[in-house]
């Protein structure tokens, strides 16, 4: 009997891979269709076969010459409103989380509030502070715009990371001298590198994916991101199936991207929990 | 130190520099958030259309805006709409979710490798996944149809999108499958913070897998369950970019929601002020919701 319980604890641990993998293709699978159909050639019927056993890159040739200028105007936003975002809310979540002020939970509390809020609430009213103003159809009203979603949720992350800190450390910084500034800046910034990184990259796939502010907040086609691009175009080309597939292969880059670099960061998160 | 004057600008400067942290993410989010709300409410009464923007003219109405949009025979079936597509895409999400966060519980060979690639669909834009159900819920080519024909499952295809009330069930279904990642991750995780020598000791006791589902799992699981099930009731109601991607709010108005009916009216009529008045409708409609439901958690929590 030497293993028995063993082998067999392997053997259903092997078939739960097998189930495990089933599942994760069932949910997975638009996202392959996706792929499949971006790589089938021009033509007005969109009869993909299962597998691009010819892959054509027209799809994506075309996509790029249309979509280009959109996908440089999402690149300089999401990176505008990943700064922006950061900037306030990593100064923010410090104070909050070690400066014992008065109207903390307030300020708390109104963050969580701000998730309650529908985006067309704030659009409606934006639009026409923005006509005032100048800021429709322009990158830095999208920047700001977009941040609704980053701001909060980066203090989210950030504040409850930094509650964490040791308080230990940053009085030892102070006694040598450090003043609130320098302390935040050389000691507190370094130490919440994984969780600023985290608040980042989830920044950057906000602002990327936002689809309402662009709609809204944009009306000509002289600034806009490439997930509005993508929508106009499936209005207009759905004879170009490979072309608009293409279209959301490139706007689903970043978000593949973060699955595999966020893996690296929240399992270095854990080991660093573990170790503390 | 300069002077005599130092000492008190030091203290001054020492009593503002902490606040000086935090005034500018408050006045951030004072002017995208707390100037909408204000705004928005005010604009609810008042005739706020494409002339104000040239005139600046936007006189008062009182209640108008609402008695036109809450006594319309849309608004009654956009209510239900988004009643029905936030039902159930919660209730599917959930299920879904915890059935794989349960599955994803044991360990096994690239257990966390799986589950990590799980959360893909939740981190696409909605955009994308929007248009990719799209064009696989085609009534004539889309691959949904192709496969229920090749299996002989329908004779000539389902109008997914075509169909009144179909077209409900498939932005529903489309939500669920975005939803269900959010689901597992928090789930998961929930599941993690119970301890295993409490599954142990029923064990020992005699208790199979349900009773201890029953009487150690979900007990113990209900902190997770609110959270996800008042988040998923919150950003349900506010979806928009599904609806409008997948069906546009058609077909013949089945699938306009609070949401996209407030979207429609301030920018594709230039209703503002009547947008406005639907976006207010909309938020009372979250926060009753999330307060209903938060005190049926307390009260079953206490029972």
Not at chain 2, 51 to 59: L, N
Not at chain 2, 237 to 245: A, G, N, Q, S, T
């Given at each position: 009997?030497?293993g028995?319980?063993?082998?067999r604890?392997?053997?259903?641990?092997?078939?739960?891979?097998?189930?495990?993998?089933?599942?994760?293709?069932?949910?997975?699978?638009p996202?392959?269709?996706?792929?499949n159909?971006?790589?089938?050639?021009?033509?007005?019927?969109?009869?993909?076969g299962?597998?691009p056993?010819?892959?054509?890159?027209?799809?994506?040739?075309?996509?790029?010459?249309?979509?280009?200028?959109?996908?440089?105007?999402?690149?300089?936003?999401?990176?505008g409103s990943?700064?922006?975002?950061?900037?306030?809310?990593?100064?923010?979540?410090?104070?909050?989380?070690?400066?014992?002020?008065?109207?903390?939970?307030?300020?708390?509390?109104?963050?969580?509030?701000?998730?309650?809020?529908?985006?067309?609430?704030?659009?409606?009213?934006?639009?026409?502070?923005?006509?005032?103003?100048?800021?429709?159809?322009?990158?830095?009203?999208?920047?700001?715009?977009?941040s609704?979603?980053?701001?909060?949720?980066?203090?989210?992350?950030?504040?409850?990371?930094?509650?964490?800190?040791?308080?230990?450390?940053?009085?030892?910084?102070?006694?040598?001298?450090?003043?609130r500034?320098?302390?935040?800046r050389?000691?507190?910034?370094?130490?919440?590198?994984?969780?600023?990184?985290?608040?980042?990259?989830?920044?950057?796939?906000?602002?990327w994916?936002?689809?309402?502010?662009g709609?809204?907040?944009?009306?000509?086609?002289?600034?806009?991101?490439?997930?509005?691009?993508?929508?106009?175009?499936?209005?207009?080309?759905?004879?170009?199936?490979?072309?608009?597939?293409?279209?959301?292969?490139?706007?689903?880059?970043?978000?593949?991207?973060?699955?595999?670099?966020?893996?690296?960061?929240?399992?270095?998160?854990?080991?660093?929990?573990?170790?503390? | 130190?300069?002077?005599?004057?130092?000492?008190?600008?030091?203290?001054?400067?020492?009593?503002?520099?902490?606040?000086?942290?935090?005034?500018?993410?408050?006045?951030y989010?004072?002017l995208?958030?707390?100037?909408?709300?204000?705004?928005?409410?005010?604009?609810?009464?008042?005739?706020?259309?494409?002339?104000?923007?040239?005139?600046?003219?936007?006189?008062?109405?009182?209640?108008?805006?609402?008695a036109?949009?809450?006594?319309?025979?849309?608004?009654?079936?956009?209510?239900?709409?988004?009643?029905?597509?936030?039902?159930?895409?919660?209730a599917?999400?959930?299920?879904?979710?915890?059935?794989?966060?349960?599955?994803?519980?044991?360990?096994?060979?690239?257990?966390?490798?799986?589950?990590s690639?799980?959360?893909l669909?939740?981190?696409?834009?909605?955009?994308?996944?929007?248009?990719?159900?799209?064009?696989?819920?085609?009534?004539?080519?889309?691959?949904?149809?192709?496969?229920?024909?090749?299996?002989?499952?329908?004779?000539?295809?389902?109008?997914?999108?075509?169909?009144?009330?179909?077209?409900?069930?498939?932005?529903?279904?489309?939500?669920?499958?975005?939803?269900?990642?959010?689901?597992?991750?928090?789930?998961?995780?929930?599941?993690?913070?119970?301890?295993?020598?409490?599954?142990?000791?029923?064990?020992?006791?005699?208790?199979?897998?349900?009773?201890?589902?029953?009487?150690?799992?979900?007990?113990?699981?209900r902190?997770?369950?609110?959270?996800?099930?008042?988040?998923?009731?919150?950003?349900?109601?506010?979806?928009?970019?599904?609806?409008?991607?997948?069906?546009?709010?058609?077909p013949?108005?089945?699938?306009?929601?609070?949401?996209?009916?407030?979207?429609?009216?301030?920018?594709?009529?230039?209703?503002?002020?009547?947008?406005?008045?639907?976006?207010?409708?909309?938020?009372?409609?979250?926060?009753?919701?999330?307060?209903?439901?938060?005190?049926?958690?307390?009260?079953?929590?206490?029972?």
């Open positions: 009997m030497r028995g319980p063993v082998r604890g392997r053997r259903r641990g092997l078939l739960a891979t097998v189930v495990g993998t089933v599942l994760l293709a069932v949910m997975l699978f996202v392959y269709w996706m792929v159909a971006s790589l089938q050639p021009t033509g007005t019927t969109l009869r993909a299962w597998f056993s010819h892959p054509d890159f027209s799809g994506y040739a075309t996509a790029l010459r249309d979509q280009g200028p959109n996908l440089v105007t999402s690149l300089v936003v999401a990176l990943v700064a922006f975002s950061l900037g306030l809310a990593a100064p923010a979540s410090y104070a909050l989380a070690r400066f014992s002020l008065r109207g903390t939970s307030l300020v708390l509390f109104g963050v969580l509030i701000t998730q309650m809020v529908p985006g067309i609430v704030v659009a409606n009213a934006l639009y026409s502070a923005y006509n005032d103003l100048g800021l429709l159809n322009s990158r830095l009203g999208l920047v700001l715009a977009d609704t979603a980053g701001v909060p949720f980066a203090v989210i992350i950030l504040h409850s990371f930094m509650r964490g800190i040791p308080r230990e450390i940053i009085e030892a910084a102070r006694m040598d001298g450090a003043g500034l320098r302390t935040f050389a000691v507190v910034l370094p130490l919440s590198r994984n969780a600023l990184i985290t608040a980042a990259l989830f920044t950057f796939l906000f602002t994916s936002d689809f309402l502010f709609l809204t907040l944009t009306t000509t086609e002289a600034v806009r991101p490439l997930t509005l691009g993508l929508y106009e175009y499936l209005g207009a080309h759905t004879t170009q199936w490979n072309a608009v597939m293409a279209t959301a292969v490139l706007a689903a880059v970043p978000a593949a991207v973060l699955l595999v670099v966020a893996q690296r960061f929240l399992t270095a998160d854990a080991t660093s929990g573990a170790l503390r | 130190m300069t002077g005599p004057s130092a000492a008190p600008r030091t203290r001054l400067r020492e009593l503002l520099a902490p606040w000086l942290f935090v005034v500018p993410a408050a006045v989010l004072l995208f958030f707390g100037y909408p709300i204000v705004k928005n409410l005010g604009m609810s009464f008042q005739q706020y259309t494409t002339a104000t923007f040239y005139t600046g003219a936007a006189p008062f109405v009182g209640l108008r805006n609402y036109e949009i809450l006594s319309s025979g849309l608004f009654s079936r956009a209510l239900l709409t988004t009643v029905l597509f936030t039902a159930g895409s919660v599917g999400q959930f299920v879904l979710g915890l059935a794989l966060a349960l599955f994803f519980r044991r360990s096994f060979p690239l257990g966390g490798l799986l589950r690639l799980l959360l669909p939740w981190l696409l834009p909605l955009v994308v996944s929007a248009t990719t159900w799209k064009w696989m819920l085609d009534a004539d080519d889309g691959v949904v149809n192709n496969a229920l024909r090749a299996l002989h499952l329908v004779p000539s295809g389902i109008p997914w999108l075509t169909g009144t009330s179909q077209a409900l069930v498939s932005v529903t279904l489309v939500n669920i499958w975005v939803g269900i990642p959010f689901n597992t991750a928090i789930l998961y995780s929930g599941l993690r913070n119970i301890p295993a020598q409490l599954y142990e000791a029923a064990e020992l006791d005699g208790a199979g897998p349900v009773a201890s589902f029953r009487h150690i799992t979900w007990p113990l699981l902190p997770a369950v609110s959270v996800v099930l008042v988040l998923g009731v919150v950003y349900t109601l506010k979806v928009l970019d599904i609806i409008l991607v997948v069906t546009g709010g058609g013949a108005d089945a699938t306009q929601t609070l949401a996209t009916r407030s979207y429609e009216l301030s920018f594709q009529r230039f209703e503002f002020g009547r947008g406005a008045a639907m976006g207010n409708v909309l938020i009372v409609l979250s926060l009753v919701l999330a307060l209903v439901f938060l005190r049926a958690d307390r009260r079953a929590a206490h029972a």
